[in-house]
């Protein structure tokens, strides 16, 4: 059974990676900014091999050095412990 998480129990559940991260309309949200494009596209490279493992895909835009991520489980409905997982992830890539 998967954890559905919510606006009161997001935070604990991330742990150290909670600062980059909002609950935003339901959801994970975070943005993340670097130098310039061909740094933000690499960090989406090494997500999108993070995401592939987990078997679980963030909704995204990325615009120029931002890189806007949203992540939430639609065949549950909710912030689940997949969404828990590849938060911690992505948290540990941007900020190594």
Same mark, same amino acid.
């Given at each position: 059974?998967?954890?559905?998480?919510?606006?009161?129990?997001?935070?604990?559940?991330?742990?150290?990676?909670?600062?980059?991260?909002?609950?935003?309309?339901? @959801?994970?949200?975070?943005?993340?900014?670097?130098?310039?494009?061909?740094?933000?596209?690499?960090?989406?490279?090494?997500?999108?091999?993070?995401?592939?493992?987990?078997?679980?895909?963030?909704?995204?835009?990325?615009?120029?050095?931002?890189?806007?991520?949203?992540?939430?489980?639609?065949?549950?409905?909710?912030?689940?412990?997949?969404?828990?997982?590849?938060?911690?992830?992505?948290? @540990?890539?941007?900020?190594?």
């Amino acid at each position: 059974v998967m954890t559905r998480y919510t606006v009161e129990t997001f935070a604990d559940a991330l742990g150290s990676a909670h600062s980059d991260w909002k609950w935003q309309s339901d @959801a994970l949200e975070a943005t993340f900014i670097f130098p310039d494009f061909k740094a933000a596209f690499a960090f989406m490279t090494q997500v999108a091999v993070i995401a592939e493992r987990l078997h679980h895909h963030p909704s995204w835009q990325n615009s120029y050095n931002n890189v806007n991520v949203r992540l939430f489980t639609h065949d549950l409905n909710a912030v689940t412990d997949l969404d828990i997982a590849l938060a911690k992830e992505i948290s @540990a890539l941007a900020n190594a």
